[in-house]
């Protein structure tokens, strides 16, 4: 496939910070934005820990500016923040200076303020007040982004569960690619919820704990939120542009597990089959990549077959990896262009991110992730692995330019 | 490259999969929405499937499986579906668990099915599909996003064949949020005469609709897709037809090549006015509607679509959803023009083979 795609913009809101600073800084200092809960009003409030984002409603909308915080759901204010600070960061002031597109990225939308609304709405469908609800769609945030940042030409939205803004990534990517556009603000928003609390609780996928992502003793996730967006740009417009890309997307893959609705397949052949695209695609060989920020979400499932897939990928000599996710939780629809972020962190910085919370390698694998913090690394090609419900599985490969 | 349509499988409020619309029978509903008939599900998918899955899962992944075997393809090249709102039903019956038992005891089967990926997975597992598999979820835009990425994907060679559908379901509980909202009128009766009565509120439909989309011509093609376009917010009708006009030569097409348009005129008067506006162009062409059919939901352009390759195939418009007389002889291209609720339009042009 003709062309190349740069990344030229980040930038991130999660429990552990409102930005790509803070963010880095968090990542360095070891410090978990896992934490009690007191932003959801939820019967497992003192017992299930969630990565929240330590601003109400409010203070995130005082973050863009907004007083009037009706029309916008914790969701859109997340991925505004984040949207907004990766187009300056790419030092883009005109955005209609070059064909631009919005590809964005949710799982659950505006849940948050659909599930008050559905409490008085239950027993009375007159009841319930319209306001809650009629943010609900995943393209609400989505246009909400776009209108603060005057998007036009290209907007659409994403929704694969877990992979969802890996996937807005790649699709931003083949747009520009394809030729349709020449930069793309690609990523994903999701705020937590009742709705997924009481989800992944009746799974019984939610760690008590912070969770210990590849460790023998894991038990679970913790839920975050937060929002991550990268920007892309053609080689033409990055040259153009001046600003000096970050790194390059090299590769990307997209391949479902087919095996079941919400577990993985022992042997992880979705994952395999995502990895080994994305690694087909960069023309790399597997003894390039430096590191790999695994999807890890720190369930017995997820873990397992991920591990696995990575030993058949890489020969069972696996490269460096971690998941971050002990940092700021999984952020659901949001992750991949979480982990989009950090992993262009870890090339811009030169630096791997530990995997916190980690003593024992699981049993089946052996495997011993990045433990402490590793500066002065070369860190020239990085593989960030999404993996959702429904077994939709996506791998990015982003290099060092 | 040419992109075909080679197989198509539609489960719509009308006789869609049989035949029977287009030889005449229309199916009138005067409840609430216009709601799709079902086909005998087991012809389609396992039992335990036929079972416990919601509404939309069994109607995309009958139409999926009717898509396939009409094509004669077994395994396609990536599944791309497109749906406004996904799993209406179970994500209501999720959220309908968690508040009446307290958070207590919940089931998670409704809250696994309740992801807007769960169609497109499924059919993945019926097929075992290991092939790239996405969904998107934009409003107005979420069928023809899903189009977008196929032609892109045949384009670069990356598949050959995509199996690529648009769906959505109504439920009682979002046809009385969606009523209170004003997008729909309270009941669909009338439905069958979109321009009989003019007021606010469309008529609330619903549909899943699979095309199986081919870089090379069949026995079995329908159609050419030759573009799939999407405008956000244009600021007034002139930027529509500029569109639609910069569309058409790319295409090397002029507006008097266009035999007939088929467009969402969906009976709100708050939106329909644009339609007669951007369409003033197409003097010559016939224009033609199809949401009286169908009703009006995010991804009705998917039963367009499906309506507009049928036509070509046959060689044939069926009366019934022409708004100006057949007087032209000519029918080789389609262009399909619909917006929601003002914001997202989209643009589908299509070539006879």
Known sequence: MPGRVFITGIGIISSIGDNVDETLFSLITGKSGIGKNTLIDTVYKNMIPVAEVHKDDHELA????????????????????????????????????????????????GMHRSELFYKDFLNDHSK??????IHHECGDSTEKIADLLGVKDFISTVSTACSSSANSIMTGARLIKNGKLDRVIAGGTDSLTLFTINGFNSLMILDKNKCRPFDDTRSGLNLGEGAGFVVLESEESAMKSGKKPYCELKGYGNACDAYHQTASSPEGNGAYLAMKKALDMSLLKETDIDYVNVHGTGTQNNDLSEGNAMLRLFNRKIPPFSSTKAFTGHTLGASGGVEAVISVLAIRESLLFPNLHFTTPIKELEMVPVTSLKKNVSVNHVLSNSFGFGGNNSSLIFSKN | MSIYINGIGCISPQLSTDGGLFSGVIKVYEDEFLKCIDPDYKLYIPPTMARRAGRIIKMGAAAAKICLQDSGIGMPGAIITGTGMGCIEDTENFLTEMIRNDEKMLAPTTFIQSTHNTTAAQIAILLSCNNYNMTYVHRGFSFESALIDSIMQIDQGEAENILAGGLDE????????????????????????????????????????????????????????????????????????????????????????????????????RFDGIYGKVLAPFEKSRLAYYKHLCGEYHTSAAFALWLSAMILKNNRIPPFVLINEDNSLALENILIYNHYLGSNHSLILLRKC
Request: charged share 20%; proline share 2%.
């Open chain 1, 62 to 109: 005082g973050i863009l500016g907004i007083n009037d915080i009706r029309d916008f759901t914790r969701t859109s204010l997340l991925g505004m923040i984040a949207a907004k600070e990766a187009l300056s960061d790419a030092g883009i002031t005109d955005i209609n200076h070059a064909r631009t597109g919005l590809i964005s990225a949710t799982s659950v939308g």
């Open chain 1, 128 to 133: 319930g007040r319209l306001i809650n609800i």
């Open chain 2, 170 to 269: 109504m439920t009682p509980g979002m046809f009385a949020i969606s009523t209170r909202l004003g997008v729909y009128r309270s009941s669909c009766k009338g439905h069958i005469s979109l321009f009989s009565e003019k007021t606010s509120g469309s008529f609330a439909g619903e549909g899943a609709a699979f095309f199986l989309l081919d870089h090379q011509q069949t026995p079995s093609t329908y159609c050419r897709l030759e573009a799939v376009e999407m405008l956000y917010k244009p600021k007034d009708e002139q930027e529509v037809t500029g569109k639609i006009i910069k569309l058409l030569s790319a295409h090397s097409l002029q507006i008097e090549d266009i035999d007939l348009v088929l467009c969402g005129i969906n009976g709100d008067e």
